[in-house]
């Protein structure tokens, strides 16, 4: 196959907030296992969850970077077939191009992946960057029977960050129950889930109110991403009043995609009687709860869901939003050696959109 003996990987030194993932070399795998195809990744996306990872942040969860990754995050990744196993040569050959996910492979037996809807939630799920090697490298074996073909019209460079970042925010939307006409509030709109909310949510057919602070995220929302209305939470003092004003009993559905605190105790109060608040942006302080009084809970029927990536379909729908050409990522393009320096801004608060690494030549 030609293959290298050695490729370039972004692999975690150190622990916790000072940890780090410098640019080294690592073996290349030879030939893929039964099952596997190996992917050369081309471009692969920098979500929230490999900071999180990769510096500890949910180690109050339990939750650490298994000794099986050799220390390389990543699960945003698109590039080319170079090998298949035998087994899976009817569906795949080289060439093909396509996308490594966050979840790598599945059991296909248990009740979570026979029940057609939901094998997210399989026990024994391979994680990328998590529970094996992710995609912060050249070189990457995945699952053939799991892993995701990417359609025309979508470039790697997009289709990395829709591996995760694109199909949360799209079924997301899914699970907020919203309708093609009714109201949904987008907390963190801005940001790189919440600009694919934004987008998807309008897709579907929603009616957007964008939530997040300052002119440049105002124009971005309104004039970019194609929300009907923009608050700046830095500017309004009451949020709830102004989403009940626009909506007249409030919005039919929230997504909190800003991990904050803040986020989660006003959420309950943007929906009205029968709405939805679903949570995905992960806080790191493990005192952070989403819910509201039972009061409030049961006498207004309000539901408040749980939302983490998507399903294979899933992946395969969220992408046919961008081949349509309906969804784009507003990307922030660097290399594998730029990892660092995207967190740090990702940390501040300063980074534009979705970032998406070039890995390789």
Known sequence: MGLPKQHQAAVRQGEGHDATAPVTTVDTPQEPGPGQILVKIN??????????????????????????????????????????????????????RAGVKWVVSVCRNCEFCTN??????????????????????????????????????????????????GVTAYTACKRSTVRPGQWIVVLGAGGGLGHFGVQYAKAMG????????????????????????????????????????????????????????????????LIRPGGTVVA????????????????QLALQRKNIVGSVTGTLKDVEEALEF??????????????????DKFIGMMLEGKLPGRAVLKVGA
Request: glycine share 12%; net charge negative; proline share 4%.
């Open 43 to 96: 471009w692969t996306g920098l979500c929230a969850s490999d900071k999180s990872l990769l510096h500890d942040e949910w180690a109050g969860f339990g939750i650490k970077m298994m000794d099986a990754t050799k220390g390389i995050a990543g699960h945003e990744g698109a590039g080319e077939v170079i090998a298949v196993h035998d087994d899976v040569a009817d569906i795949w050959k080289a060439g093909d």
């Open 116 to 165: 057609g809807t939901d094998e997210l939630h399989c026990p024994k799920q391979i994680n990328s960057g998590f529970s094996t090697s992710g995609t912060f490298q050249e070189y990457v074996l995945t699952d053939g029977r799991y892993c995701t073909r990417i359609p025309e019209g979508v470039t790697d460079e997009e289709a990395g960050p829709i591996m995760c970042g």
């Open 206 to 269: 929603m009616r957007c109110i964008a939530v997040d602070g300052g002119e440049e995220k105002r124009k971005l929302c309104l004039d970019q991403l194609g929300a009907e209305k923009y608050l700046d939470f830095t500017q309004e003092e009451d949020i709830a009043a102004k989403v009940t004003e626009i909506t007249k009993y409030g919005a039919h559905g929230c997504i909190v995609f800003a991990a904050a605190a803040s986020s989660y105790k006003m959420a309950p109060n």
């Open 280 to 295: 995905v942006g992960l806080p790191v302080d493990t005192t952070v709860v989403a819910g509201c009084p039972p009061v």
């Open 322 to 339: 961008t081949s349509r050409g309906l969804v784009h990522p507003i990307l922030t393009k660097g290399e594998l050696k730029d990892i």
